[in-house]
C-alpha cells in the first residue's frame, strides 16, 4: 500500500509545525539538546512523518536559519524604502538588524549555527538551494546600495575597497557589537555599562566615517534620521521591543 499524498498547502503548514515545535525545544534546552527524537516525541507526527519533511538535525537547524532569514529579509526590504542619502539608508539596514537581533535572538544566532562544519553538507538540497537564495536577496539590497555611494562618490573611500569588503565590515562591526552586548551575554570590564543600540552606532558611525562616507557624523544629525527610521520604517517592531521590555521589567520587580 503506498503512503498518503498530501497536498503542497498541508506539507507546508505541517513543516511549520514542526519548525515551531524544534524552537520550543531550542528555547527550552539550546542547540546541543535538540534531537530528531526529541521532535518526534513533542509533535502529533510519526518518525518517518517527521523525517519526509528533515532529513536530520542539520536539516532541521538549516532550515529554521532559512526562516530566520526570510524573516531578515523582509526587514531588509523595507530599509531599501527609507527615503535619504546612502548613508542614512545603510543605518536603516543596521538598525532595522539590531532590531532583528533583539527580537529574534534565536535566529540571530542560529546563522552562526548553520555554518558549522557539516551542517550545510549533511542538509537536504532543498534547504542548501533555498540558503543560498536567501544569502543572495541579503546580500544584493546592501551591495547595491555601497555600489550607489561609490559611483556617487558619496563613499570616499580611502582605502580603495571593495564594495564586499566595506559590506563585511559593516556587518561584522554590526554583528560583534550585538553579539557582545546582547542581553544575558556576560558583560565584565570594558562592556559593563554599555547599551547595545548606542554602541552599535557608534562602532558604526567608526567605520563609514573611516570610509569618508558622506556625510560625515560630525556635519549630520543622525539621530533625527533614525527617529524617521523608527516612525517610518519599524513601527511595529520597536512597539514590539517596547512592550517586551516593560514586561520583562514587571516579571523582574515580582
Not at 194 to 219: I, K
Request: glycine share 8%.
Amino acid at each position: 500500500m503506498s503512503p498518503r499524498q498530501i497536498d503542497s498547502q498541508t506539507r507546508d503548514q505541517r513543516e511549520e509545525e514542526l519548525l515551531d515545535a524544534a524552537m520550543i525545544l531550542i528555547g527550552a534546552q539550546g542547540v546541543e539538546g535538540l534531537t530528531m527524537d526529541k521532535l518526534v516525541s513533542a509533535v502529533p507526527y510519526s518518525k518517518g512523518t517527521v523525517y519526509g519533511h528533515f532529513s536530520g538535525k542539520e536539516d532541521l537547524l538549516l532550515a529554521l536559519c532559512n526562516r530566520g532569514m526570510a524573516l531578515l529579509v523582509s526587514m531588509f526590504k523595507r530599509a531599501e524604502s527609507f527615503e535619504g542619502v546612502t548613508r542614512e539608508r545603510l543605518l536603516a539596514w543596521i538598525y532595522g538588524y539590531q532590531l532583528y537581533a533583539r527580537l529574534y535572538p534565536m535566529f540571530f544566532m542560529l546563522v552562526i549555527t548553520a555554518k558549522a562544519p557539516g551542517v550545510a553538507e549533511k542538509s537536504s538540497e532543498r534547504q542548501r538551494e533555498k540558503h543560498i537564495q536567501l544569502q543572495a536577496l541579503l546580500s544584493e539590497g546592501l551591495l547595491g546600495l555601497i555600489r550607489q555611494a561609490l559611483e556617487t562618490a558619496e563613499c570616499g573611500n580611502p582605502l580603495n575597497m571593495t564594495a564586499e569588503q566595506i559590506a563585511f565590515a559593516n556587518w561584522s562591526a554590526s554583528f560583534g557589537s550585538i553579539s557582545l552586548l546582547s542581553k544575558g551575554t556576560d558583560r565584565c570590564n570594558i562592556r559593563a555599562g554599555l547599551e547595545l543600540e548606542e554602541s552599535l552606532l557608534a562602532n558604526v558611525s567608526l567605520v563609514l566615517d573611516g570610509l569618508n562616507w558622506r556625510p560625515l557624523s560630525s556635519l549630520f544629525d543622525y539621530n533625527t534620521s533614525l527617529e524617521r527610521i523608527r516612525c517610518e520604517i519599524f513601527a511595529d517592531e520597536v512597539a514590539m521591543l517596547t512592550a517586551g521590555e516593560m514586561n520583562q521589567e514587571r516579571c523582574s520587580s515580582l
